[in-house]
């Protein structure tokens, strides 16, 4: 992928939370990250011009495909770029990121199950809720489970024969009232399982009850006045109300689903793919396909399913989907979802969808413009009979207003457009007079001597503002360092927008609608824009200093007394000592008023 095609991939990027993916010239996967914003975020991979790390700057340089998919939220974000790491390895992942695992909540397949924080899943049976992207929200939530119900903590086999045999004895976690000591049949499995059965609601994400619950019993604490314990339920209640907006994208219950969606637009379909594996999402991909022969929203459907599933190697059980494809699979079912969490997972891929047809329109609507510069930079072309495509052109300009301050500005365009990173201002050294001709022939040699010195790029087109004087100034210099025969130059005259060329005495006009003339004034306003901006700025800098700046023993504070009272130099001049020292003494005074009438005497 060229710069100009990895530029309009990430203008084209949304501003949403997402993962993107960096790919390789192969199409291996390099690296995932995640983003609260994809455009700002991946952009500033591509616009900074120092590294923090070595690495960062060798990933970057190998990037040739950007590929990204929208989520809700940041959280899922974090989420699903963990999955893609776990799934691919990538290799700027392992160098450049903690490749920690998420914490889950464990219900542990056993008799009196315990409930506990692991990263590590293991296939035994034991059910998982998660994973979390904070350790401190699950320990959160398993505090407030102890609080609310009596559980076991120990990993003693309570079989039912080991407790008839009663080979164990209660803990100190029973004499606190931290569990009912089933280890000594002091409570009944069914008993124990009607709280577990609770506990599985609450990490479903139905914990209403738990906050009312919880609310109450705050209530009740301030009315007791035990205030620092009613502080501590109102911290719980604040995460809580956090954790509340459970992710789209991970559901434990969901297990080996591929979700479809499809958008129509005219003779155009996009679908989306998801891959579903363990409760997360590990792939998505988007296609489109053109209609031929009117085919049904079915038929297309299940072309594409058909499709992707052979190209992921997918085989899914159930497949969640907007409407009935014309495709039956062997050992498959198809799921229309009408609400819950599979109806979010189809919203989620519809969504992708919308967002590639919306990136799509956009990049049609910018190949169209990149089209209309390339017809416009023909047209220049064939308007000023140049033998190469002026992709880059530079523009000079001087400005020396009322004789003073000499400066000049070379503006860049590529490919029609403005590069500022390229613009250029240059004081006129050599020239300590108002001319024109001298500063711009200082400055066309100043600026491709060292062009040629660094081995820059040469300009396809040159362009003066002015008329034959100046670029026959420009030339002079071109000769000098060879290169009046490998850059072509023109002037643009301001009073009547002439085109000039070099030892043409006769100027070309260009028709005032014509493109290739709007582009030249573009540039040449452009310039002189650049160019005034910088005068003043040192005209500025230069009416700054005042002939106070000379008197010695006048400091600052002086120098602002006189200046708030008499506002101009010029008027400082005619006073008297007596209305000096009135301000600065009379010391002072008189050093102010020997300076400006030492010539007199």
């Known amino acids: 992928?060229?710069?100009?095609?990895?530029?309009?991939?990430?203008?084209?990027?949304?501003?949403?939370?997402?993962?993107?993916?960096?790919?390789?010239?192969?199409?291996?996967?390099?690296?995932?990250?995640?983003?609260?914003?994809?455009?700002?975020?991946?952009?500033?991979?591509?616009?900074?011009?120092?590294?923090?790390?070595?690495?960062?700057?060798?990933?970057?340089?190998?990037?040739?495909?950007?590929?990204?998919?929208?989520?809700?939220?940041?959280h899922d974000a974090l989420l699903l770029e963990n999955n893609f790491i776990k799934e691919y390895q990538p290799r700027y992942n392992v160098l450049l990121k903690d490749d920690k695992t998420f914490p889950w909540i464990c219900i542990k397949n056993e008799r009196f199950p315990r409930v506990f924080l692991t990263r590590k899943i293991v296939n035994d049976g034991s059910s998982y809720f998660g994973p979390y992207t904070s350790a401190q929200m699950v320990r959160t939530l398993l505090a407030l489970i102890r609080e609310?119900?009596?559980?076991?903590?120990?990993?003693?086999?309570?079989s039912e024969e080991n407790i008839n045999a009663?080979?164990?004895?209660?803990?100190?976690?029973?004499?606190?009232?931290?569990?009912?000591?089933?280890?000594?049949?002091?409570?009944?499995?069914?008993?124990?399982?009607?709280?577990?059965?609770?506990?599985?609601?609450?990490?479903?994400?139905?914990?209403n009850e738990v906050i009312e619950y919880l609310e109450e019993t705050m209530r009740n604490l301030a009315k007791e006045y035990r205030f620092e314990e009613a502080e501590i339920i109102r911290q719980k209640l604040e995460l809580?109300?956090?954790?509340?907006?459970?992710?789209?994208?991970?559901?434990?219950?969901?297990?080996?689903?591929d979700v479809f969606s499809i958008l129509t637009d005219g003779n155009t379909s996009i679908i989306n793919f998801i891959k579903v594996i363990k409760g997360s999402v590990i792939q998505s991909h988007t296609i489109e396909i053109q209609k031929k022969l009117d085919e049904t929203e079915p038929e297309i459907l299940a072309l594409a399913i058909a499709s992707l599933r052979t190209r992921y190697e997918s085989n899914a059980t159930e497949i969640i989907v907007p409407i009935l494809p014309e495709l039956k699979i062997q050992g498959v079912r198809y799921t229309i979802p009408k609400e819950g969490d599979k109806k979010k997972l189809l919203d989620f891929s519809i969504n992708n969808a919308l967002i590639y047809k919306r990136s799509k329109d956009i990049s049609s609507l910018s190949q169209r413009k990149l089209r209309r510069k390339e017809e416009i930079l023909e047209q220049l072309k064939k308007d000023l009979h140049l033998h190469n495509l002026p992709t880059r052109i530079e523009c000079f300009d001087n400005s020396n207003l009322q004789g003073t301050n000499p400066v000049a500005a070379c503006v860049v365009f590529l490919n029609g457009k403005p590069a500022p990173g390229e613009y250029r201002h240059y004081h006129v050294k050599t020239v300590d007079h108002p001319d024109d001709f001298a500063s711009m022939e200082e400055i066309?040699?100043?600026?491709?001597?060292?062009?040629?010195?660094?081995?820059?790029?040469?300009?396809?087109?040159?362009?003066i503002d002015g008329g034959k004087g100046q670029i026959s100034a420009a030339i002079k210099s071109l000769e000098k360092l060879k290169l009046n025969k490998?850059?072509?130059?023109?002037?643009?005259?301001?009073?009547?927008?002439?085109?000039?060329?070099?030892?043409?005495?006769?100027?070309?006009?260009?028709?005032?609608?014509?493109?290739?003339?709007?582009?030249?004034?573009?540039?040449?306003?452009?310039?002189?824009?650049?160019?005034?901006?910088?005068?003043?700025?040192?005209?500025?800098?230069?009416?700054?200093?005042?002939?106070?700046?000379?008197?010695?023993?006048?400091?600052?504070?002086?120098?602002?007394?006189?200046?708030?009272?008499?506002?101009?130099?010029?008027?400082?001049?005619?006073?008297?000592?007596?209305?000096?020292?009135?301000?600065?003494?009379?010391?002072?005074?008189?050093?102010?008023?020997?300076?400006?009438?030492?010539?007199?005497?």
């Open 1 to 74: 992928m060229n710069k100009e095609i990895l530029k309009e991939t990430i203008a084209l990027l949304p501003e949403k939370p997402g993962i993107y993916q960096f790919f390789d010239q192969s199409g291996k996967l390099i690296y995932v990250g995640k983003a609260k914003n994809l455009k700002k975020r991946v952009s500033s991979y591509f616009s900074r011009t120092t590294f923090e790390n070595r690495k960062i700057q060798v990933m970057v340089g190998k990037v040739h495909e950007i590929k990204h998919i929208v989520v809700p939220t940041e």
């Open 444 to 463: 066309i040699f100043r600026r491709y001597k060292r062009v040629l010195d660094e081995n820059l790029p040469l300009p396809d087109l040159v362009v």
């Open 486 to 601: 490998k850059i072509a130059v023109i002037g643009i005259a301001k009073k009547l927008e002439e085109i000039y060329f070099p030892n043409d005495p006769y100027p070309l006009y260009l028709d005032k609608n014509s493109p290739s003339l709007r582009l030249i004034q573009h540039i040449r306003n452009e310039a002189h824009r650049f160019g005034i901006t910088f005068h003043r700025q040192k005209r500025s800098k230069a009416f700054i200093h005042s002939e106070l700046d000379d008197i010695k023993g006048i400091g600052e504070s002086t120098r602002q007394k006189l200046m708030e009272k008499f506002k101009s130099v010029s008027v400082i001049r005619t006073l008297s000592i007596r209305n000096l020292e009135e301000i600065i003494g009379t010391n002072k005074a008189r050093m102010v008023y020997d300076y400006f009438h030492r010539d007199k005497e």
């Open 166 to 207: 009663q080979k164990f004895k209660v803990c100190l976690e029973y004499h606190m009232g931290n569990c009912k000591g089933p280890c000594e049949g002091l409570q009944r499995e069914n008993d124990y399982n009607q709280t577990i059965d609770q506990i599985r609601k609450i990490l479903k994400g139905h914990i």
């Open 148 to 158: 609310l119900y009596s559980l076991r903590t120990c990993n003693l086999n309570l």
């Open 240 to 257: 809580l109300s956090k954790f509340r907006g459970k992710s789209v994208i991970v559901n434990p219950s969901i297990t080996n689903v």
